[in-house]
């Protein structure tokens, strides 16, 4: 296939580039933070999805080092950030399945984390359901180290998987992110509603922070903030966008 030989020269051509999507409080006023997201411009396609490529980098054997390459590239702008005063609570990052899976992973992010001189604390992992369910027991070894280390862990697409709530209970992690499948039907959606609803009692039953992702418009954010969602994301907000827009955009009232 053609995106596979392409996508062995991508990360030299430097033809990769991190877009960030912001994060706000509850009530939609305060910004908490942002998502990495990966973006592909091929020198002829144009923009190619992650959803297209993540998949091929895995089976290519290339999705750690493209992987190492995010994670450093944010925390190189997380510190440029911090050097022009702007204040960015934290960054979230996507993991594949194969990056949380395969060895050595704390002691990566460790040395990047080291290198850059970031605080681990300004550090979101995102990992999804269904990875995280894949070996429960290997899950739970290297969250255990996430955290040792200092890392925050939000589970992404929360309700689409299969994870028992006895995992939930015993996972340490801090986060939550409700899938955007079930804010699509706020605030109307009898269905969607109920879920979203238990989602955020069982989250801070959990004493877990909540995140609505998928936000749209007003009346979602107004469901979302009159049943204590902690921190919304969304369209509304903001899309994925450069580091320079995000920063000219929100970084003064950061
Ligand atoms: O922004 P959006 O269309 O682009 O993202 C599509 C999918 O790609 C999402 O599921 C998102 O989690 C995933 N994704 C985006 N960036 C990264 C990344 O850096 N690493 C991994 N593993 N997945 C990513
Ligand atoms: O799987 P993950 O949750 O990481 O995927 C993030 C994806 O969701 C990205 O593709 C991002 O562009 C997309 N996204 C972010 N906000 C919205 C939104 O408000 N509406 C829609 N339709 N997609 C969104
Ligand atoms: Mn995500
Ligand atoms: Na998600």
């Known amino acids: 296939l053609e995106l596979e030989s392409d ?26 933070g942002a998502e990495a997201l990966l973006r592909w411009h091929h020198p002829r396609r144009g923009q190619v999805s992650p959803d ?11 999705v750690v080092q493209v992987g190492d390459w ?4 944010v925390c190189r702008q997380l510190k440029l950030w911090q050097a022009k005063g702007i204040q960015l609570p934290k960054i ?27 605080a681990p604390g300004c550090l979101e992992l995102e990992i999804t359901e269904s990875i995280l369910m894949r070996d429960v027991d290997a899950a739970m070894q290297t969250l255990a180290d996430l955290k040792r280390l200092g890392l925050s862990v939000a589970v992404d697409d929360f309700g689409t998987g299969y994870s028992s ?16 499948s079930f804010v699509d039907g706020l605030p109307c959606g009898e269905q969607d509603a109920q879920i979203a609803r238990a989602i955020i009692a ?29 921190e919304v994301q ?7 966008m450069p580091s320079q827009q995000l920063a000219a955009q929100f970084g003064g009232a950061a």
Not at 215 to 227: D, G, I, N, P, Y
């Open 7 to 32: 996508l062995r020269h991508a990360l030299e051509q430097n033809e990769f580039v991190v877009h960030y999507q912001p994060q706000f409080s509850g009530n939609g006023q305060r910004l908490t």
């Open 52 to 62: 297209q490529f993540i998949p091929v980098l895995e089976e290519l054997g290339l």
């Open 70 to 73: 995010v994670l450093r590239e």
């Open 92 to 118: 979230a990052v996507n993991l594949s399945a194969r990056q949380f899976a395969e060895g050595g992973l704390t002691e990566r992010i460790a040395t990047i984390l080291a290198d850059s001189g970031v």
């Open 165 to 180: 709530l006895n995992y939930l209970k015993r996972f340490p992690i801090d986060v939550l992110k409700i899938d955007r």
């Open 202 to 230: 069982m989250a801070h039953s959990l004493n877990l922070t909540v995140i609505a992702e998928g936000v749209e418009s007003h009346a979602q954010l107004e469901f979302l903030r009159e049943h204590h969602c902690d």
């Open 234 to 240: 969304g369209f509304l907000f903001g899309k994925p």
